[in-house]
């Protein structure tokens, strides 16, 4: 009977092992892809025109600074609210771009990657 016990115990603890390891490297994972998602965004509104590289590279700094505090401060839900305002003014800036420059590859590259931001930044706060 305790053989019995203990070797259902052991089933148990390596089931629930296996599942946190694997959320915990999911949200890793999403984490990663959030970080490169917005290195690219921040190198592409480097060939943007001025006046709007160095204020989309100024709202990404913000961003960046925001959800850094969040975590340190332990605000999330703050810092969540305050990223989504963020998102709405990066891409009303972008759309702006992209009337003055509808052909531009570049815009369009750089609408792509913050379209990215935006869908990372979702999955991370579910995940």
Do not use: C
């Not at 259902?8 to 946190?20: D, E, P, V």
């Not at 709007?52 to 969540?80: F, H, N, P, Q």
């Amino acid at each position: 009977m305790v053989s019995a016990s203990l070797g259902l115990l052991a089933f148990l603890l390596a089931f629930t092992f296996g599942l946190a390891g694997s959320r915990y490297e999911a949200r890793r994972e999403v984490f990663l892809d959030e970080v490169n998602a917005l290195g690219t965004m921040y190198l592409r509104a480097g060939l943007l025109s001025e006046p709007y590289r160095t204020e989309m590279r100024d709202l990404l700094r913000e961003y960046v600074d925001v959800r850094l505090e969040g975590v340190r401060s332990g605000k999330i839900e703050e810092a969540i609210q305050r990223s989504e305002k963020l998102h709405g003014q990066l891409w009303s800036l972008a759309a702006e771009v992209g009337e003055k420059n509808p052909n531009s590859i570049i815009v369009g590259l750089f609408i792509q990657s913050l379209n990215e931001v935006i869908d990372l930044h979702t999955k991370r706060v579910v995940a």
